[in-house]
């Protein structure tokens, strides 16, 4: 055990800090940290907490099984936790298992974890029924209202239901609570194009530095959101 201590530790520090993904569908972000939302557990041992970042590294380079393969091995040396519920239910919805996944969300849902698990139930209905996503993200939202995360991928999945005026003060949220994430910016841009709001949609482009090739594309994807009247 100690060597694997040591070899989780080595790999700790060639980790980034998890990024935004992609995550069921375009425009979506990914997990956040439980360290930045303080659902941390207490009294684990620094072991455990290098070896959750260290499967968060992973779950950020969609490593997908080898994220898996860390949650048994941490489970069988340092017992289960609710963090390590849901890495795995991270990690499996992430390869398509979507059964597992949900009964693992869901056993989260009375647990401080509550809102990621929201979150990734959000995440898991965005295909199979976008109205039960919503649902979900908005109770992720309402558990934690400054996540940039949450108010994004809610804002996404409002727009792409044609639900305009309410996507509008997510996605603006996400964007003021985080003006350097691109993603929740480009979503932004995306919905003012899509509202025909052509002079703050330039704006918001100018203001960031989007490119006129980048503006072009978001125009492209906004067309193809375009719901028919």
Do not use: W
């Not at 970042?53 to 860390?70: E, F, P, S």
């Not at 985080?178 to 194009?193: A, E, K, M």
């Amino acid at each position: 055990m100690k060597s694997l201590r040591v070899s989780a530790s080595t790999q700790l520090m060639r980790v980034v800090c998890v990024s935004v993904l992609m995550l069921t569908f375009s425009g979506c972000a990914s997990l956040t940290r439980a360290s930045d939302s303080g659902v941390r557990e207490r009294g684990r041992g620094d072991d455990s907490v290098v070896h959750a970042d260290l499967i968060r590294g992973m779950l950020a380079k969609q490593q997908y099984y080898a994220a898996l393969a860390h949650v048994e091995d941490q489970k069988r040396s340092s017992g289960a936790t609710r963090e390590l519920k849901l890495l795995e239910a991270e990690a499996r919805r992430n390869l398509g298992q979507s059964v597992q996944a949900e009964i693992l969300y869901k056993e989260l849902l009375s647990t401080d974890f509550r809102a990621d698990a929201e979150h990734g139930l959000g995440l898991l209905y965005a295909k199979r029924d976008i109205k039960v996503a919503v649902q979900h993200l908005r109770l992720a939202v309402q558990r934690r209202p400054t996540e940039v995360t949450f108010r994004n991928d809610l804002g996404y999945a409002l727009m792409v239901s044609g639900r305009y005026k309410e996507a509008l003060p997510e996605l603006a949220t996400a964007v003021e609570l985080d003006q350097n994430n691109q993603l929740s910016r480009n979503n932004l841009i995306t919905l003012l194009l899509l509202t025909k709001d052509e002079t703050r949609a330039k704006q918001i482009a100018r203001n960031s530095g989007v490119s006129d090739d980048e503006l072009a594309g978001l125009r492209r994807k906004a067309q193809t959101l375009m719901k028919p009247r």
